[in-house]
């Protein structure tokens, strides 16, 4: 077998074609499913027809220089890389970290064997290939995959985690580049094209490399006894369990092997039928748990969990939950349930009670749901908690318990929970999936809670077989939405939300966004626009929802803008506009609300979203105390109808995919230091910021930032806004707000500038009339 070469850039050939054969012994037998190829940095997938495009495949891999190169252990049913994208596997693998040829323990050829090029040394990829390939047809299928990788990898002593159906392994002929100054080949050191194995070739295996472990002179005898005793409670085929014992005793010398193996069949028998065997202890004297749990799973799969209290048994059967009392005729059953539970994950929660993440089993469906610690103190809170009416609960508030005390016995991962949509950390937590600088995370420690108000189920980062030309079209038309003074502070506030946290830390607040102005200034479809840009696609919320609804949505999302319309106070209730204001100067600062429970316990709301609001009449109008708290924006339909360009750009926007642009921008933002972009942004503000009140200066920091970051990005993909344009357009954005917001440099004061437009807005809208309420002439209006 030709090896890869030490320089990437030589025998580009060899290793095109160590890796064709590769993938042409793993997947030549495989029809209508597909290849994925993962990159990292990225990560970047690709999908190959099989057994079509291997050779695509190839190539394309070992093309992919300086990169670390995957493909999908096993082939996917679709252009996904997810488990339930994988319904049959091809081979058994293992991942070994243990050293020098671990595959030497198994008495089975190894199909495959690849090193890793780890820059440890002596890391291996062991396969086996399997003959019938294994369909994933059922949930216990895939389970029992998953039990036969998780055994094979104990026997192997290989590394746990690569025991996933969707598991991606390194790709022979490609290069290990973890250090990048000394890329180490991966390549194939055996390939035994023929070596085809049973599942039941595996598990016999397997369970002769454990035992050999401890086959030492003196407790021969009494160690083979203990696997027959094994098997028969098992209830092991005797025909399995004999070929079984004969290969165990044929690697013995020093005794009659015929003879012993007599004696062990008779001890089986005799153990099968509940009769005592002198001699017999079990195999729990000799290996150790892990092992006993590997033989456990491949020779007795567990049925469902079960635990029994006072005499009665909770377990699952034929599909639903009973109890189980044993009577002298028998056991007498109890249907507890119409459906079995399925726990798959323990989560916890800051200042709450521990949770369970299950999906819940009926009829062929399946119902993910979360149960908080409260929903198993009664039937009725149980009750109350299952997400379908299909799913019905016959038990008492005993049986609830004991339903706990059943779900809670299964060993599960433990995860931490969050309620808050966005940047957490070095992560960025969406509904279903959790997001690195790396890309999407397979098995993150956190996991989201959703919330009752659903706005998690409006953010979707999608992805683009384009990302560099989507986001190489989508930046240069976001600069001519409109004039420069007008465009560059609301982008710059935009661009600034991926880091709202990191923002509140160092300067303790986060500024509002108000754009604001009569009607067909474009203020809620540039909100619309930007809002799927960065990932949500919505209705704008409206300025009277409910207080809880605000709470919810103002404390539900640590960076992903929130953003609330039609702010209309002449058609707002007192009470609602005075809650409305309150919820936006409380949002500055990021403070917290209280609210009672029933049981008299508190939960706190952190209202930290970054916060964009839209109408006729600015908030300052009617709270003066939120001029030092906004970012203000007038728009006006005269300057927007000024320029054809503006409304060309906006309707070339309209037609582009805007929700895969979320997905480049919030990875390069968790990787980008925002220290770095502060610094840069100071060095950017004018002069005349010098005599307004801090927190002003600090929004105008905060809206360059934003105009920093955006810039980084662009250039990130190649495309430069010049120094000079640049510095020039945060000058006039940043007087412009200072004279939105002051009147700095203008002819009057603020208070006569919102009266006069407020009155302008409400002779628009009908509200004062012509005659009436004033009267115009030629040169004058009176009121």
Same mark, same amino acid.
């Given at each position: 077998?030709?090896?890869?070469?030490?320089?990437?850039?030589?025998?580009?050939?060899?290793?095109?074609?160590?890796?064709?054969?590769?993938?042409?012994?793993?997947?030549?037998?495989?029809?209508?499913?597909?290849?994925?190829?993962?990159?990292?940095?990225?990560?970047?997938?690709?999908?190959?027809?099989?057994?079509?495009?291997?050779?695509?495949?190839?190539?394309?891999?070992?093309?992919?220089?300086?990169?670390?190169?995957?493909?999908?252990?096993?082939?996917?049913?679709?252009?996904?890389?997810?488990?339930?994208?994988?319904?049959?596997?091809?081979?058994?693998?293992?991942?070994?970290?243990?050293?020098?040829?671990?595959?030497?323990?198994?008495?089975?050829?190894?199909?495959?064997?690849?090193?890793?090029?780890?820059?440890?040394?002596?890391?291996?990829?062991?396969?086996?290939?399997?003959?019938?390939?294994?369909?994933?047809?059922?949930?216990?299928?895939?389970?029992?995959?998953?039990t036969y990788l998780r055994a094979l990898c104990v026997a192997l002593k290989g590394d746990p985690k690569s025991c996933d159906i969707a598991r991606i392994l390194r790709v022979p002929g490609t290069f290990n580049v973890k250090d990048p100054g000394h890329p180490r080949p991966c390549q194939i050191i055996e390939l035994n094209r023929d070596a085809y194995y049973s599942l039941d070739d595996i598990r016999a295996a397997i369970t002769l490399s454990l035992l050999m472990r401890y086959?030492?002179?003196?407790?021969?005898?009494?160690?083979?006894?203990?696997?027959?005793?094994?098997?028969?409670?098992?209830?092991?085929?005797?025909?399995?369990?004999?070929?079984?014992?004969?290969? =165990?005793?044929?690697?013995?010398?020093?005794?009659?092997?015929?003879?012993?193996?007599?004696?062990?069949?008779?001890?089986?028998?005799?153990?099968?039928?509940?009769?005592?065997?002198?001699?017999?202890?079990?195999?729990?004297?000799?290996?150790?748990?892990?092992?006993?749990?590997?033989?456990?799973?491949?020779?007795?799969?567990?049925?469902?969990?079960?635990?029994?209290?006072?005499?009665?048994?909770?377990?699952?059967?034929?599909?639903?939950?009973?109890?189980?009392?044993?009577?002298?005729?028998?056991?007498?059953?109890?249907? =507890?349930?119409?459906?079995?539970?399925?726990?798959?994950?323990?989560?916890?929660?800051?200042?709450?009670?521990?949770?369970?993440?299950?999906?819940?089993?009926?009829?062929?469906?399946?119902?993910?749901?979360? %149960?908080?610690?409260?929903?198993?103190?009664?039937?009725?809170?149980?009750?109350?908690? +299952?997400?379908?009416?299909?799913?019905?609960?016959?038990?008492?508030?005993?049986?609830?318990?004991?339903?706990?005390?059943?779900?809670?016995?299964?060993?599960?991962?433990?995860?931490?929970?969050?309620?808050?949509?966005?940047?957490?950390?070095?992560?960025?937590?969406?509904?279903?999936?959790?997001?690195?600088?790396?890309?999407?995370?397979?098995?993150?420690?956190?996991?989201?809670?959703?919330?009752?108000?659903?706005?998690?189920?409006?953010?979707?980062?999608?992805?683009?077989?384009?990302?560099?030309?989507?986001?190489?079209?989508?930046?240069?038309? +976001?600069?001519?939405?409109?004039?420069?003074?007008?465009?560059?502070?609301?982008?710059?506030? %935009?661009?600034?939300?991926?880091?709202?946290?990191?923002?509140?830390?160092?300067?303790?607040?986060?500024?509002?966004?108000?754009?604001?102005? /009569?009607?067909?200034?474009?203020?809620?479809?540039?909100?619309?626009?930007?809002?799927?840009?960065?990932?949500?696609?919505?209705?704008?919320?409206?300025?009277?929802?409910?207080?809880?609804?605000?709470?919810?949505?103002?404390?539900?999302?640590?960076?992903?803008?929130?953003?609330?319309?039609?702010?209309?106070?002449?058609?707002?209730?007192?009470?609602? /506009?005075?809650?409305?204001?309150?919820?936006?100067?409380?949002?500055?600062?990021?403070?917290?609300?209280?609210?009672?429970?029933?049981?008299?316990?508190?939960?706190?709301?952190?209202?930290?979203?970054?916060?964009?609001?839209?109408?006729?009449?600015?908030?300052?109008?009617?709270?003066?105390?939120?001029?030092?708290?906004?970012?203000?924006?007038?728009?006006?339909?005269?300057?927007?109808?000024?320029?054809?360009?503006?409304?060309?750009?906006?309707?070339?926007?309209?037609?582009?995919?805007?929700?895969?642009?979320?997905?480049?921008?919030?990875?390069?933002?968790?990787?980008?230091?925002?220290?770095?972009?502060?610094?840069?942004?100071?060095?950017? +503000?004018?002069?005349?910021?010098?005599?307004?009140?801090?927190?002003?200066?600090?929004?105008?920091?905060?809206?360059?930032?934003?105009?920093?970051?955006?810039?980084?990005?662009?250039?990130?993909?190649?495309?430069?806004?010049?120094?000079?344009? %640049?510095?020039?357009?945060?000058?006039?954005?940043?007087?412009?707000?200072?004279?939105?917001? %002051?009147?700095?440099?203008?002819?009057?004061?603020?208070?006569?500038?919102?009266?006069?437009?407020?009155?302008?807005?409400?002779?628009?809208?009908?509200?004062?009339?012509?005659?009436?309420?004033?009267?115009?002439?030629?040169?004058?209006?009176?009121?």
């Open positions: 077998m030709a090896h890869p070469n030490s320089d990437q850039n030589n025998n580009s050939n060899e290793n095109k074609s160590q890796a064709e054969d590769f993938f042409r012994a793993i997947f030549g037998r495989c029809n209508g499913s597909f290849l994925e190829i993962r990159s990292f940095p990225g990560p970047r997938q690709y999908f190959f027809a099989v057994p079509s495009e291997l050779d695509k495949a190839a190539a394309l891999a070992t093309g992919l220089k300086n990169n670390q190169v995957y493909y999908s252990a096993a082939p996917r049913t679709r252009r996904e890389g997810t488990t339930d994208a994988v319904d049959t596997i091809v081979d058994l693998w293992v991942d070994g970290d243990e050293g020098a040829l671990p595959w030497t323990s198994l008495a089975l050829t190894p199909s495959v064997v690849v090193d890793t090029g780890n820059i440890a040394g002596n890391h291996y990829h062991v396969h086996y290939l399997l003959n019938p390939p294994f369909e994933l047809k059922t949930q216990a299928d895939r389970d029992k995959a998953v086959w030492a002179r003196g407790q021969r005898q009494d160690l083979a006894l203990s696997l027959a005793g094994y098997l028969a409670k098992c209830a092991a085929p005797e025909s399995e369990v004999s070929d079984l014992l004969a290969r =165990l005793l044929s690697i013995t010398t020093d005794e009659e092997p015929r003879t012993r193996l007599g004696a062990l069949q008779t001890s089986y028998k005799r153990l099968r039928e509940g009769k005592r065997v002198k001699g017999y202890q079990g195999l729990a004297q000799y290996l150790n748990e892990d092992e006993l749990q590997a033989l456990d799973s491949l020779w007795q799969p567990q049925k469902g969990l079960r635990v029994t209290i006072d005499g009665v048994t909770y377990l699952e059967h034929n599909g639903r939950l009973v109890a189980q009392v044993m009577r002298e005729n028998g056991p007498a059953v109890k249907t =507890l349930a119409s459906f079995t539970i399925e726990p798959k994950m323990r989560i916890t929660l800051e200042g709450e009670s521990e949770m369970l993440a299950t999906v819940l089993k009926a009829d062929g469906a399946e119902y993910p749901n979360l %149960f908080r610690r409260e929903v198993w103190n009664s039937k009725k809170q149980f009750l109350a908690a +299952l997400p379908s009416v299909d799913l019905q609960y016959y038990g008492s508030d005993k049986d609830t318990q004991a339903i706990l005390a059943m779900v809670t016995s299964a060993e599960l991962p433990v995860r931490k929970g969050s309620t808050v949509l966005g940047r957490n950390g070095h992560l960025w937590v969406l509904r279903d999936a959790v997001l690195s600088k790396d890309g999407w995370m397979e098995n993150p420690d956190l996991v989201y809670i959703p919330s009752e108000i659903e706005f998690d189920q409006r953010v979707r980062y999608a992805s683009a077989e384009n990302e560099a030309g989507l986001i190489k079209q989508v930046i240069p038309l +976001l600069l001519v939405l409109n004039e420069g003074r007008i465009i560059f502070p609301v982008l710059g506030w %935009f661009f600034a939300t991926p880091f709202v946290p990191e923002i509140r830390q160092r300067l303790r607040h986060f500024p509002i966004l108000v754009l604001w102005g /009569t009607h067909g200034g474009g203020k809620s479809s540039l909100l619309s626009l930007l809002w799927r840009l960065f990932g949500v696609e919505s209705e704008l919320f409206s300025s009277t929802e409910t207080p809880f609804t605000f709470l919810r949505l103002l404390s539900g999302t640590s960076s992903i803008p929130i953003i609330i319309d039609e702010f209309k106070p002449f058609n707002m209730k007192e009470d609602e /506009t005075r809650l409305l204001i309150r919820f936006l100067k409380r949002l500055y600062d990021g403070e917290i609300e209280h609210r009672g429970r029933p049981d008299l316990s508190l939960v706190a709301y952190h209202l930290q979203a970054p916060t964009a609001i839209a109408g006729e009449v600015t908030p300052i109008a009617l709270e003066s105390g939120l001029v030092e708290r906004v970012i203000q924006v007038n728009l006006n339909p005269d300057t927007l109808t000024s320029d054809p360009s503006y409304a060309a750009a906006f309707e070339a926007l309209q037609k582009l995919d805007l929700q895969a642009f979320a997905f480049p921008y919030v990875r390069w933002c968790l990787g980008t230091n925002v220290d770095d972009l502060i610094s840069e942004a100071r060095t950017l +503000l004018p002069a005349s910021l010098r005599d307004i009140p801090y927190r002003a200066r600090d929004n105008a920091l905060v809206m360059v930032t934003g105009l920093v970051a955006l810039r980084h990005f662009a250039r990130n993909y190649g495309m430069e806004i010049a120094d000079e344009a %640049f510095r020039e357009g945060v000058i006039q954005s940043v007087n412009g707000l200072i004279c939105e917001l %002051f009147e700095r440099g203008a002819h009057e004061e603020i208070g006569l500038t919102i009266f006069l437009e407020t009155l302008a807005t409400l002779a628009q809208t009908g509200r004062i009339r012509h005659g009436i309420h004033y009267t115009t002439d030629d040169i004058n209006t009176r009121l």
